[in-house]
């Protein structure tokens, strides 16, 4: 294994002391992680140096074309003052995904767990412990060479950065009124919707601003050529409880293949629920929401880990659920995983993984 050059810094960075006020991606910590890709050179000169702003090419490649993928995940503090990581071979297996379909060099995954590891560890200090704060991860990568011409590129930067975030649900989980878009789409299959990568998001934005201003927290994505299909929710993936069936759209490569999706699933089954990945119509969610049968919906995700969604609105079609309140199957869950991730539960599954 290649080794990580650390220069820490002169000048640290004041923290933020109230960590009731850190909400999501507000601050950044005194270090980041940074390697380079070189043609004939390969993934070289890892190194952990002080948090500082890139210099690019005006002509570099990731400005003009969007040659770029990254990662979303979390180092956890537990009460006995250790520090998780959960599922990174997940992520790291992911970003090499969404590298292979975009042209990016693929990455050694362990190492990069290994440089995530070492940077959550010299900015350890920086790990909020209020209930339910966490130190987000993002690695990405981008396309640095100057040159204003399409193909892939030839030289690349991989880059982790830190930043400690607030409890996503300071005052309980609150259901959230959620439009159903049937005007943008996200993704289509043969697209990058399984892919972390930028593109996705700046296609994202426009539906999202509309809803925002409509009074809805986010837009639940029907696919691409039907219209008919569900697909995610804003940026999380999306379980509906219909009777006794848990029900997530099945990976058909327009969907990101989420670690918390995952986790859900493998949890709802150890329970011995009935959980299917399957094709989902609006059709079928509002009758059963008509008749009386659909008991819960959430959305999936890193940030929020659960999302209920207390109400959807298609077209005129107006389905509350459960009463706007959160349901039961939602809430064991959110109680289960996040008390795995803080290490406060037993992790039958061995998902965390201890850094200290
Ligand atoms: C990151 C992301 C998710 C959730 O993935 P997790 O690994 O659970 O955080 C779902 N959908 C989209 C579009 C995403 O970007």
């Known amino acids: ?40 050179e390969g993934w070289h000169n890892p190194r952990i140096v002080p948090y500082a702003p890139f210099e690019l090419d ?7 074309y969007g040659q770029e993928v990254f990662e979303g995940m979390k180092a956890y503090r537990t009460e006995q003052g250790g520090i998780l990581l959960f599922r990174p071979d997940r992520n790291m297996a992911r970003l090499n995904v969404s590298n292979e379909r975009l042209c990016i060099p693929q990455i050694d995954e362990e190492f990069a767990i290994e440089a995530i590891k070492q940077l959550v560890l010299v900015d350890e200090d920086w790990i909020p412990t209020a209930e339910g704060t966490s130190l987000y991860i993002r690695p990405f990568i981008f396309a ?6 399409v193909h892939p590129a030839k030289h690349l930067i ?5 930043s400690p975030v607030g409890a996503y649900y300071p005052e309980g ?28 998001y700046a296609a994202s934005l426009k539906a999202q601003d509309e809803a925002d201003k409509a009074g809805y927290t986010q837009v639940l994505w029907l696919d691409g050529v039907e ?13 509906f409880v219909i009777d006794d069936e848990v029900i997530t759209p099945a990976l058909q490569g327009s969907i990101l293949s989420g670690v918390t999706r995952m986790s859900c699933i493998d949890i709802l089954k150890s329970w011995g629920m009935k959980v299917s990945e399957r094709r989902l119509s609006i059709q079928e969610v509002a009758d059963a929401a008509k008749e009386g049968r659909l008991k819960e919906a959430f959305g999936s995700g890193t940030a929020a880990v659960i999302s209920p969604i207390g109400e959807l609105k298609w077209g005129d079609v107006v389905m509350p659920i459960n009463n706007g309140e959160i349901g039961p199957i939602s809430q064991k869950l959110y109680d289960n995983l996040t008390g795995i991730q803080w290490g406060k539960l037993d992790d039958p599954f061995g998902w965390t993984v201890k850094i200290k």
């Open 1 to 40: 294994m290649q080794e990580i050059k650390i220069e820490r810094t002169k000048n640290p960075k004041q923290k933020p002391t109230d960590q009731s006020k850190l909400g999501f991606g507000n601050y950044y910590t005194d270090h980041m992680f940074v390697m380079n890709y070189d043609e004939g």
């Open 58 to 64: 005006p002509a570099a490649m990731c400005l003009h």
């Open 144 to 149: 640095v060479d100057a040159h204003v011409g």
């Open 158 to 162: 991989f880059s982790v950065i830190l």
């Open 173 to 200: 989980l609150n259901p959230v009124k959620i439009y159903v878009e049937n005007n943008y789409v996200r993704a289509v299959k043969g697209g990058m919707g399984f892919t972390k990568t930028g593109g996705n």
């Open 227 to 239: 219209r008919k299909y569900i697909e995610e929710v804003g940026t999380m993936n999306v379980f």
